[in-house]
């Protein structure tokens, strides 16, 4: 007996040592340190265990928000001490230089903590026990800090026990707040849950008034794959437009294994007319019913669907190299153009300014937008989304051929700047972009430099924004290749390489 108590003394000591160097390294952005106490924790299928590690997720988002801020108030150094863009003079060079180098340490440290709350995300299937589990559902009930219970579902998507899928299904009827619903929806999707209950309070959210929710959604059910949620897709089309149309009728191709192009009326007729055949599994596609519409307006090759977008650029010295890729300017540029779009040059940079303006020409005004470039440091056309009319076309042609190529490769901070589109006030905004077209020629040299600790900051950031990320490769090497491709992945984007 005495034995007994021994061991688990023991392993209570190894616990709390454990809790107490993950949270230190956390503060101190150690990943090291921080992933190897994790594995401890994690190895205690416990209340206790889980308990610590969702706390240590909720100081990762702490620590990066306070790392966060801090990186706001160098970047406006940045700006107020740099060159003055009228005579190209230094207002002051070491002050640049000093908040330069703190803003260095600061991406480090942000890529470091996102990468221990990845470690603890992983973490979480490791816990089955019923007591640890029932109060972690427990987590889920209204009330308090609506990003835990974010936190929360993110953890019970991916612990496997027999609670967690009804616990989040309750969880999604009486949650008001736009982003734990938005968690909630991704946890249920990765479930794959086919019941009717589910797939039914899933379909419910397709009726919300945020499109992150909306598209949510829409992709829980596609991963889900149930064909009972066919008939509120179609009728989620009705009236759609931009993002949450094409990721409807991704769901909806995705369930059925056709494809009606976003197109209400053409996929009620055919649901009509064919239902009963795809429930008995007897329905044989049309050829061509599988194929993409045809046309549309693009950037480098990828449709251009949405309504609300960034274009984030990458304007670093190696994009004055000489273009091994070059579209076809011959054709026509869309009636918006203040002048007709032709290719100025045959460097990256210039191929960048022609597919930019070629998209902007050819869609309808009325568009939402915002164009952000990228080397070390990071630029916006404008703080705020710009309507799309002739006067904003000639406004960021102006500015997008002022732009030369310089410097490093800071992708991070140019996707959180996009990002920021997203948002008011840390909270999810109806009006925010839903895209966004980034392009790179390289690997990341400046901001978060580490691929894997960029991937998880952005992951993080992106987490209930839902904000789509499709990535343009210019001449990519491996490793380049390997980090855009998984960015588009990681965000319901398309991967195109040029």
């Known amino acids: 007996m005495k034995a007994i108590l021994l061991a688990v003394s023991l392993l209570g000591d190894d616990l709390d040592e ?50 966060e801020k801090r990186k706001e108030k160098l970047v406006k150094t940045m700006e107020d001490a740099g060159k003055d863009p009228k005579t190209g003079q230094w207002r002051d060079y070491t002050r640049f230089i000093k908040a330069r180098d703190e803003l260095t340490d600061v991406n480090g440290k942000l890529g470091r903590i996102e990468w221990i709350r990845l470690a603890v995300l992983r973490a979480f299937p490791r816990f089955r026990s019923d007591g640890a589990v029932k109060d972690l559902c ?17 953890a019970l998507g991916r612990i496997d026990h027999a ?40 379909c419910d959210q397709l009726k919300d008034e945020f499109w992150q929710v909306k598209c949510a959604a829409a992709g829980a059910l596609k991963a889900i794959g149930s064909l ?6 179609i009728e989620a089309l009705k009236g759609a437009d931009g993002r949450v149309q094409s990721d409807v009728n991704a769901a909806l191709a995705g369930i059925t294994g056709v494809d009606k192009h976003g197109s209400f009326e053409v996929w009620a007729a055919w649901w009509k007319a064919n239902r009963e055949a795809v429930l008995s599994g007897a329905y044989q596609p049309e050829p061509g019913e599988k194929a993409r519409a045809p046309g549309g307006t693009t950037f480098y090759g990828i449709p251009v669907v949405s309504k609300k977008f960034a274009f984030v650029i ?91 190529p310089t410097g490093a490769t800071n992708i991070s901070d140019a996707l959180e700047r996009a990002l920021a589109f997203a948002t008011i006030a840390e909270k999810l905004a109806r009006s925010g972009i839903d895209t966004i ?43 380049s290749e390997q980090l855009m491709r998984a960015i588009a992945k990681e965000h319901n984007g398309t991967y195109a390489k040029r």
Request: aromatic letters at 4%.
């Open 138 to 154: 427990g987590k889920l009930r209204p009330g308090g800090d609506w990003s835990l219970r974010a936190i929360v579902a993110a």
């Open 437 to 479: 077209y980034l392009l790179s020629d390289g690997y990341p040299t400046a901001g978060i430099v580490d691929g894997q600790h960029l991937r998880a900051r952005i992951a993080e950031v992106n987490r209930v924004r839902k904000v789509a990320i499709h990535t343009v490769a210019i001449e990519p090497g491996p490793d």
């Open 163 to 202: 609670e967690t899928v009804p616990a989040l299904r309750s969880a999604l009827r009486g949650e008001r707040e736009a982003g734990v619903r938005v968690a909630i929806l991704d946890a249920l999707g990765m479930k794959r849950a086919k019941d009717r209950e589910t797939v039914a309070a899933v």
């Open 314 to 404: 990458d304007r670093s010295g190696s994009m004055a190299a000489k273009a091994k890729w070059k579209p076809d300017d011959s054709t026509p540029t869309g009636p918006g153009a203040p002048e007709p779009v032709k290719m100025t040059g045959d460097r990256k940079i210039d191929v960048a300014r022609y597919e930019v303006k070629k998209a902007l020409a050819a869609l309808p005004d009325g568009i939402e937008f915002t164009v952000v470039v990228y080397n070390r440091e990071v630029e916006a056309v404008s703080d705020k989304l710009l309507p799309l009319t002739k006067e904003s076309r000639r406004r960021v042609f102006e500015w997008i051929d002022g732009i030369e």
């Open 228 to 233: 009972d949620a066919v008939d509120a897709l």
């Open 18 to 67: 454990a809790k107490r160097v993950l949270f230190d390294a956390v503060e101190n952005a150690n990943d090291a340190k921080g992933a190897a106490a994790v594995e401890t924790i994690a190895s205690h299928d416990t209340r206790e265990a889980l308990d610590a590690l969702v706390k240590a997720y909720a100081l990762c988002i702490a620590k990066s928000d306070e790392l």
